[in-house]
């Protein structure tokens, strides 16, 4: 046999044994990438109990019964809730923009505002609202086809930017409107009263807190922090208790150790932003006792 045939037939082996080689590898490497596992499942678990733990709990209490008269309760509900028509997109638009006007849950009436939590990030406000659905016995309420609530339903609904009116009307195509009586036989108003000494204790901690991101005068920050006064105020707060205000403080300042002051110097910094808010201060303090601060409307 020629030399320049034995070189052929050489090459020619070469590059068959090249392609069976590659063959092989593309056929190995599509078989790894057919047993990769798909993209992980959002862990909503320990970020949904952290997330309620520190903003939800003050209001609906760790075992999601609420407070009667004042705060509805989560247990035995929003799962009813979730499982209408929309009603995974209205709980969503719930927490991110708050809700406002009358609501009735399990015959009881809670007359009050529910701030918005837009301030959460998107897997926050999922993972919360997923314990939330989970706990308590709610998961025996939920549907056969239930999946959580993503981060990414979260981030569609932003954009909205509805109202907490608006969430109110969504509320009434999901939930038949259905008399109810005053949830627990609500305790009868009181007066509200904080003291000037008090408003001025919590200037101080407004100041040494909360000033940087809320501006000088409550409503000229330089951090995008909301205002605290004038028709913002008014429009989250004015309808609700004292209660509501005082446990959204507590609950979210200051920012980088929300709940971390004491419950007196919480409600001290509550009667601050009520006196610059054109309620007048009286002679007895605010009391950190969230039952007393209930029965405290915020209406003029």
Same mark, same amino acid.
């Given at each position: 046999?020629?030399?320049?045939?034995? *070189?052929?037939?050489?090459?020619?082996?070469?590059?068959?044994?090249?392609?069976?080689?590659?063959?092989?590898?593309?056929?190995?490497?599509?078989? =790894?990438?057919?047993?990769?596992?798909?993209?992980?499942?959002?862990?909503?678990?320990?970020?949904?109990?952290?997330?309620?733990?520190?903003?939800?709990?003050?209001?609906?209490?760790?075992?999601?019964?609420?407070?009667?008269?004042?705060?509805?309760?989560?247990?035995?509900?929003?799962?009813?809730?979730?499982?209408?028509?929309?009603?995974?997109?209205?709980?969503?638009?719930?927490?991110?923009?708050?809700?406002?006007?009358?609501? =009735? =849950?399990?015959?009881?009436?809670?007359?009050?505002?529910?701030?918005?939590?837009?301030?959460?990030?998107?897997?926050?406000?999922?993972?919360?609202?997923?314990? =939330?659905?989970?706990?308590?016995?709610?998961?025996?309420?939920?549907?056969?086809?239930?999946?959580?609530?993503?981060?990414?339903?979260?981030?569609?609904?932003?954009?909205?930017?509805?109202?907490?009116?608006?969430?109110?009307?969504?509320?009434?195509?999901?939930?038949?409107?259905?008399?109810?009586?005053?949830?627990?036989?609500?305790?009868?108003?009181?007066?509200?009263?904080?003291?000037?000494?008090?408003?001025?204790?919590?200037? *101080?901690?407004?100041?040494?807190?909360?000033?940087?991101?809320?501006?000088?005068?409550?409503?000229?920050?330089?951090?995008?922090?909301?205002?605290?006064?004038?028709?913002?105020?008014?429009?989250?707060?004015?309808?609700?208790?004292?209660?509501?205000?005082?446990?959204?403080?507590?609950?979210?300042?200051?920012?980088?150790?929300?709940?971390?002051?004491?419950?007196?110097?919480?409600?001290?910094?509550?009667?601050?932003?009520?006196?610059?808010?054109?309620?007048?201060?009286?002679?007895?303090?605010?009391?950190?006792?969230?039952?007393?601060?209930?029965?405290?409307?915020?209406?003029?």
């Amino acid at each position: 046999m020629g030399l320049r045939k034995l *070189a052929q037939r050489l090459a020619a082996s070469v590059m068959a044994a090249l392609a069976t080689a590659a063959f092989f590898s593309a056929a190995s490497t599509q078989r =790894v990438e057919s047993q990769t596992p798909p993209q992980a499942e959002f862990q909503w678990q320990d970020l949904g109990a952290r997330a309620f733990d520190a903003s939800c709990s003050v209001c609906h209490q760790p075992n999601g019964l609420g407070v009667p008269g004042a705060f509805p309760p989560l247990a035995g509900h929003v799962a009813e809730s979730f499982a209408q028509q929309k009603g995974r997109d209205y709980l969503v638009r719930l927490v991110l923009f708050g809700l406002e006007g009358p609501i =009735v =849950v399990k015959g009881n009436t809670f007359e009050g505002t529910m701030p918005p939590w837009a301030q959460l990030s998107d897997g926050e406000i999922a993972a919360a609202l997923d314990h =939330v659905l989970t706990a308590w016995g709610n998961d025996k309420l939920l549907p056969r086809d239930f999946t959580p609530i993503l981060p990414s339903d979260v981030a569609a609904a932003r954009a909205q930017r509805l109202t907490a009116t608006e969430v109110q009307a969504l509320r009434r195509e999901i939930v038949p409107a259905t008399p109810g009586s005053v949830a627990g036989a609500a305790p009868a108003q009181t007066a509200l009263t904080f003291t000037a000494e008090q408003a001025g204790r919590g200037e *101080a901690t407004y100041q040494h807190n909360c000033q940087d991101c809320h501006g000088t005068t409550l409503d000229n920050g330089e951090f995008g922090g909301a205002p605290l006064k004038g028709s913002y105020f008014r429009q989250h707060w004015a309808n609700g208790s004292v209660a509501a205000l005082y446990s959204k403080t507590r609950a979210t300042m200051p920012p980088d150790r929300p709940g971390q002051l004491s419950d007196q110097t919480y409600v001290d910094l509550t009667a601050f932003l009520l006196s610059q808010n054109g309620y007048a201060a009286g002679d007895k303090e605010l009391p950190p006792d969230l039952e007393a601060q209930q029965t405290m409307s915020l209406k003029k």
